[in-house]
């Protein structure tokens, strides 16, 4: 089916351009169609990052999710690639949503079936990641669409729950790392959600407040470097206990905890330090264990 893969409309690719025709062709055959119908996620935050997305023709919207909004970030039309910045960044995780808003169709590309044709044509997978390197830097978008899974890694290590980690350790939880602004006076976490993350403050301020007698309360403030949503990793709360409010603008990482849970089980060595580093901050929060 992939003969019939229209070359003109690869060519026009900001991602694909300098391309012969020869490695237009090469694209074209680990490329499949696939369809989205009107209110389809195409791609979900939080999903592992398996491939990128060509659309064709059609509509798509990207949004973010906190606190079960769904806040639209951009409109997406025909010609647009969609999840391809893993490929420079190694960011595994995706970091917003994409839904189709109208009938669209999409050529998909397995980045399993990419990586191996990059090898196969190194010049190939050069020229995509200049070109998207050129592509990131002319959108003027947030700071975080430029940061690699070594600077996260550097940031980690600033962090107490990490301490003690390997560069590698630290790589790893580089690439599920979800980066996220919050407005001030936005909510980052809504006291009794579900639990299904943790976060890093980069920069910014956040209040935790509590329900006492049916009024909240501020019970304390976090500034950079501090973690909070952490305390299911070691209660297993499947609710949150506390809400969590933006007081000024606030950059995040968010740490999906299914994601953080697998990679743990794929290297406990990792789990354990981690562990044993919630354990000693648990101990030093008083106010995290009068609430248990």
Known sequence: MNS????????????????????IAALTEIATKCQALPGQAVIREGDPADCFYLLCSGELEVVSEQGGRQT?????????????????????????????????????????????????????????????GRIAKSRHADPFESFDSPQIS????????????????????????????????????????PADRFFLLISGQ?????????????????GKGQIFGEMTLIYHQPMRFASVVAVVNTRLLAFPFEAFQELAERQPDLGELIAANLRQLAASRSWVLENE
């Open 4 to 23: 019939n893969v229209n070359y003109q409309v690869l060519s026009r690719v900001p991602a694909f351009q300098g391309f012969s025709g020869d490695e």
């Open 72 to 132: 639209p970030i951009a409109q997406l039309g025909p010609g647009q690639l969609i999840g391809e910045m893993p490929l420079v960044f190694k960011q595994m995780i995706r970091q917003a949503s994409v839904l189709a808003v109208s009938n669209s169709s999409l050529l998909r590309f397995a980045y399993r079936e990419y990586e191996e044709l990059s090898l196969r044509r190194p010049e190939l997978g050069e020229k995509v990641k200049a070109n998207l």
């Open 154 to 193: 550097s940031l980690l290590t600033e962090c107490r729950i990490f301490q003690g980690l390997s560069p590698e350790h630290l790589e790893s939880i580089a690439c599920i790392a979800i980066p996220t602004d919050i407005p001030a006076e936005s909510t980052v976490v809504k006291i009794d959600e």
């Open 206 to 222: 956040v209040e935790v407040l509590v329900l006492k007698g049916g009024r909240f309360e501020s019970l304390t403030r976090l």
